[in-house]
């Protein structure tokens, strides 16, 4: 055999025994980061398989003390034999989503619009929904306002099975998301998808009520409608999935506009009104809700390595090479890396979504410069620790949104009680309000000043910036910038501001 050959055939092999030794090395690590993040799991008394995970979840809630067990909703949640469109639950589904189209065709607003002035178009609604929904309409509808109350009451059989548990204690669907998944690897997130798009629908159109019910002074229908959503919100964060969780944002987002409306109108009757809107929102917690929900993303990654692949689609070329022909180690240790970043924030809820947003970013340096010559062992895991950011910002956002509500009725009994509103949120009574009213991004109170028109109520916002109640600020060095990003978003540049305008200054005053 010439020598060249034998040189090349030597090298080919040097370099095959280099590989696999490399795979097996990689292999053996990505297994000891799984084995030390489970453990670290275990120390802290967190579930680390899905029996353990199901066994903390609410097994059963009485009808008759369920919200979510009222006809429309019920079952709403379960996939029969593992396929979303097979059974009763799937035609119930279907029933909700014909309400709005699956895509932006419909004329209602997306929700989150923060109080704008919305010129709602019932002209349009009506035509919309008589032409997609298959409304009939009586002849006698002689104007646009009239023609949308005709439908919405002829759709009675949602909005009135919704009013009538309103009352109800708990807000779960049962069987919930995760207590539907198996045991046996396959995917838990499946179990929440299918009923999303129908939760979204009912969502929109309760706050399409609302809106309705406030241009025709409806006290009641306008009230039983924001109790709702509410209760919509609560419900989908009971699901302990960040999915769900961001579809109670939604819900949440959406009563906003018509609370805002509500209570500059004074449709209340009395206080009870308003207390029962404020017994509704006080439910909800943004910061228990997102940790259970990060808990259940840990326990998904921890139980099975297939799911990896969802924390990102959208790989490079190379890294979906990598991904299928690199050593599975990798995966491992992107998926230990993952869930180590994400156990700085489980279990925190006393610290508060701003203190637990600041923990996260800090631990994604933390990892990202320990990890900086090891790439492959972080690039999925940084798409996923990206996910869980977004989902925590929006989480921070809609707790600001909730306290700022909480706070406008707790303001408008006041001035329901007194005549007009307080020169300072101390002043409140201690009955209108559970604990202090805090700013959630520096634990400062809300920023709160009366005006000649009514009140200012704001929240400093992402930049952690007081801007005396501006929105939105543009940057000296981006003058020329049209776009303006979304509350939500960390470029946000102002504060989140609720302002109450009345007409005259004796109904602020009390005067």
């Known amino acids: 055999m010439p020598k060249p050959l034998k040189y090349l055939l030597f090298f080919l092999a040097a370099v095959s025994v280099m590989v696999v030794g490399y795979y097996q090395f990689a292999n053996c690590a990505g297994r000891r980061a799984w084995k030390h993040a489970r453990a670290e799991l275990t120390e802290k008394g967190e579930p680390v398989t899905r029996p353990e995970l199901k066994a903390r979840l ?40 014909a309400l709005l189209p699956p895509d932006q065709e419909s004329p209602i607003p997306p929700a989150g619009d923060f109080r704008a002035d919305r010129n709602w178009d019932f002209e349009a609604w009506g035509t919309y929904l008589e032409t997609n929904v298959a409304v009939s309409l009586p002849l006698s509808a002689e104007s646009p306002m ?32 995760l ?14 998808l299918p009923h999303a798009g129908a939760m979204h629908r009912v ?10 019910s406030v241009r025709q002074g409806k006290e009641v229908s306008c009230r039983e409608s924001l109790i709702s959503l509410y209760r919509v919100a609560e419900a989908e964060m009971n699901q302990k999935t960040w999915m769900n969780l961001l579809l109670g944002q939604t819900a949440l987002d959406r009563a906003d506009d018509p609370l805002y409306r509500y209570l500059k109108r004074s449709l209340y009757e009395s206080d009870q009104d308003l207390a029962d809107l404020n017994e509704a929102l006080a439910k909800l917690d943004l910061a228990h809700s997102f940790c259970e929900a990060t808990r259940t993303e840990c326990v998904a990654f921890v139980t099975t390595e297939e799911e990896v692949e969802e924390i990102d689609c959208r790989l ?88 700022q509500q909480l706070a406008a009725i707790a303001l408008e009994r006041h001035r329901l009680k007194t005549g007009g509103y ?22 400062q109170p809300l920023r709160y000043r009366r005006t000649p028109a009514g009140y200012m ?55």
């Not at 003390?65 to 979303?84: H, K, T």
């Not at 198996?182 to 179990?191: A, C, Q, T």
């Not at 969502?203 to 309705?212: G, K, V, Y």
């Open 203 to 212: 969502a929109a159109m309760l706050e399409l009520r609302a809106a309705f």
């Open 457 to 511: 109520l704001y929240s400093i916002g992402f930049d952690r910036s007081d801007d005396g109640g501006n929105t939105p600020l543009t940057p000296k060095k981006e003058k020329a910038r049209k776009y303006v990003p979304p509350f939500r978003s960390p470029d946000y540049r102002g504060d989140w501001v609720w302002e109450m305008k009345r007409e005259t200054e004796a109904a602020v005053s009390g005067e």
């Open 179 to 192: 207590q539907s998944m198996r045991d046996d690897g396959s995917d838990p997130f499946r179990f929440a």
């Open 146 to 177: 009239e023609k949308l109350g005709e439908i919405l009451e002829r759709d009675a059989w949602l909005f009135d099975a919704l009013d009538e548990a309103n009352d109800r204690p708990e807000a779960i669907f049962l069987p919930s998301a």
């Open 316 to 403: 490079s070329d190379a890294e979906k090479w990598a991904l299928n022909w690199g050593p599975s180690g990798w995966v491992d240790q992107n998926c230990a890396n993952y869930c180590n970043v994400l156990q700085s924030v489980i279990g925190r809820e006393s610290a508060g979504l701003a203190e637990m947003l600041s923990s996260l970013k800090s631990e994604q340096r933390k990892f990202s410069k320990r990890f900086l010559g090891n790439w492959h062992h972080v690039w999925m895991a940084r798409r996923g620790w990206a996910v869980a950011e977004s989902v925590l910002r929006g989480s921070l956002y809609s707790e600001a949104l909730r306290r």
């Open 422 to 443: 307080p020169v300072s949120l101390p002043e409140l009574d201690r009955q209108f309000v559970v604990g202090p009213l805090l700013d959630p991004i520096d634990g």
């Open 58 to 97: 609410i097994s059963s809630v009485a009808p008759e003390r369920n919200f979510c067990a009222v006809s429309p909703l019920d079952g709403i949640a379960v996939v029969v034999e593992g396929d979303p469109e097979a059974g009763a639950p799937a035609m119930k589904r279907k029933k909700l989503e």
